[in-house]
Structure formats: C-alpha cells, structure tokens
C-alpha cells in the first residue's frame, strides 16, 4: 500500500509544483519513468515473496533507468526508435510483476495469510 | 531494515508519481498526441528534415560568420587606409600652404636700407639700398637650396604657385601687396639654414653690402601659417593614362 500511497503522492505533488520538463526531454522522462516504475512493482513483488534486497532495488531503479535513458538518446542519434526496445521490455515486465503481485496478495487473501503491508 | 526497504520503495514510488504527472502535464489536453504508424513515419521524416536543415543552417552561420569577420577585416584595413590617406592630405595640405605648419628654423628681416645723405631718387644707391622682388627671388631660391621646407613672407605662405612679383612699393605675393619691413619665416633644416646664414657669398650678404638691413634669428620652433585656400585648376588635368 506504501507503493501506492507514494505514487499518488507523486502525482498530487506533480499537479500541484509548477515544473515544467523540456519538450525536448520529454521522451527521455517518458521512458525513464517507465523503468523506474518497472523497478518499483519488482521492489513490491519481491517484498511479497520475501526476496527484497535493498542494493538490487537501488541498483536496478537507477540502472535501468539511466539504460533507458541511453538507449533513448541513441535511438534519437542513429534515427531508429530505440527508446520501444525499453518500453517493450520493461512494459512487459511492468505486467509481469504486476501479474505476481495480483496472485500474491489475493494468495494471501485466500488463505489468510499473514503477510507484511507494502 | 523493514523500515529502510519501506522508505526506499516509498521515494521510489513518489518519484515515479511525480515523474507521471509532469509528464502528462506537458501533453495538451483535449488533444490526441500519440502518434500512429504512419504518422510517426511522417513525424521521423520531418524530424530528420529539419535536423538537416539545422545542419545546413549551422553552416551557413559559420560560412557568414566567417564572412562577416572578413569584411571586419577589410574594414580594419580601409580604417587604416584612410587614416593614411587623411594623414596624407594633411600632410599635402601643410606643405601646400592650406594648413599651418611647425618646426624649426630661420626667422629673418628685411629692411629697405636708410637712404644716403644727399641721396637723390631713382639713383643707384636709392636702387641699391632698397628691396626688390629680384632679390626677395634670389634669397627664397637660396634658401630651399639650403633646407628649407615650408617659407612664409609677412604672414602669406610661399608656394609653387605663389608670385613674387613687383607692385610699386610692394611685393606682391599669393595676390597680397606687401610693404616692407619682410619678416620671412623658414621651417626647414636648422643646421643647414643656420649655416647659410653666417655663409660668405650669399643673397644674404649681398643684401647686407648694399646697405639693406637683415636681421637673422634663429627659431627652435615656429609656427608658419596657413594663408591660401585649397587650388581648384581650371585647365589642368591629371592624365589619365
């Protein structure tokens, strides 16, 4: 729920800041965030299966964020939309986590286990 | 460790949020902005378009910048130039008589001699003992021989165009009627000026010998006056060819 909390939280504060991103940059933001999203529901999902490690998830959030990033900009250079390498990818994934975190939490429901509140 | 986990996922997430509502704040509302297929297709072509017109347009500021410093160039040039040629025209000016001139020299002063006890006039002696234009030729000739560079007789410049030219009790020069005493200014070498005027056999000393009064003095520095307006020929031409 954390997770959740943060992101409206982001949200609001985005809607509210008067900050304005370069159009130029932003496909570059578009993608990043979609990285770092993908790092955030990993986060989640390895938290429910009690996998979490604290440096794979700061490593991974700014690692593939910057990959993103990079490939973003080389897709802008050689004229080819690289930058859909990393949205099929992480898109893909972002899915995927989401699709474990959905059984986890309702496996947790269902049988009423204890688990830990995200 | 729960707690750190918690608040990492938490920044994280904020940051996610935040970064998904700055970026749908760019996109203008009411508005379809995602491109399709074909529109991308259109979208890239354009992009690329105009990146080649920035590339073309790069350098094209280079090639006029380059130019434009060029023609900086040429103008420092022609500044100088015509700070050359001004100087010129001054300087032209100067030894023409249009503009005042400074420098060192001889000052000299010519008087008719007194006249003779028993004198009678139109004699020889009344002749002798009294400026002519002849000899006012002769001791101007003496002098540029001897270093002289610009001469001025009672304040009128004199010039290659300039007459001397006898009118009565006058010298006539620049068409101004001179009376004597002549105060005569000379810019020019002072040692060699100098020289002539203490030399034996000059127009100097005929002068003296005929009894004329000649005071010669020498000037580390003079100021010799401007005294004849800019000669506009009527019937010279330069030629051309």
């Given at each position: ?9 982001g949200?609001?504060l985005g809607l509210f800041l008067d900050v304005r991103i370069p159009?130029?940059y932003s496909?570059?933001v ?89 | ?17 935040l970064g998904?509502s700055l970026t749908m704040s760019q ?215």
């Amino acid at each position: 729920m954390i997770v959740l909390f943060g992101l409206v939280l982001g949200v609001l504060l985005g809607l509210f800041l008067d900050v304005r991103i370069p159009d130029a940059y932003s496909l570059y933001v578009a993608v990043a965030i979609l990285a770092a999203f993908d790092s955030v529901l990993g986060a989640w999902k390895a938290h429910l299966q009690k996998t979490y490690d604290s440096w794979v998830f700061i490593t991974g959030f700014f690692g593939n964020t910057i990959i993103a990033s990079l490939l973003t900009f080389l897709g802008e250079k050689l004229g080819i939309p690289m930058y859909l390498a990393a949205v099929i990818f992480f898109g893909g994934r972002l899915f995927q986590n989401f699709a474990t975190i959905r059984r986890s939490l309702l496996a947790h429901k269902i049988k009423g286990e204890h688990h830990e509140e995200v | 460790m729960k707690r750190f986990s918690q608040g990492m996922m938490f920044l994280a997430a904020l940051v996610v949020g935040l970064g998904i509502s700055l970026t749908m704040s760019q996109i203008p509302r009411g508005k379809n902005t995602e491109p399709t297929d074909q529109s991308y297709a259109v979208l890239l072509e354009n992009r690329n378009t105009l990146r080649k017109d920035i590339y073309q347009l790069t350098h094209e500021i280079d090639y006029l910048t380059e130019k434009k410093e060029a023609y900086e160039l040429v103008m420092e040039d022609e500044d100088g130039l015509y700070e050359k040629m001004y100087k010129e025209l001054l300087r032209n000016g100067r030894f023409l008589g249009y503009e005042e001139v400074r420098g060192p020299g001889l000052q000299l002063k010519l008087q008719d001699g007194p006249a003779k006890e028993g004198e009678v006039p139109g004699s020889m002696d009344s002749w002798l003992r009294i400026i002519h234009n002849e000899d006012m030729l002769k001791l101007l000739n003496e002098l540029r021989i001897h270093g002289a560079e610009a001469i001025e007789i009672n304040g009128q410049r004199v010039t290659e165009t300039s007459e001397i030219f006898c009118s009565w009790a006058f010298i006539s020069i620049n068409g101004e009627k001179l009376p004597a005493p002549f105060t005569i200014k000379v810019v020019g070498d002072l040692s060699r000026l100098s020289a002539y005027g203490v030399a034996d056999f000059t127009q100097i000393k005929n002068l003296l010998s005929r009894g004329i009064l000649v005071e010669v003095e020498k000037r580390p520095i003079m100021t010799l006056e401007a005294s004849i307006a800019p000669l506009t020929p009527l019937f010279a031409e330069e030629n051309q060819r």
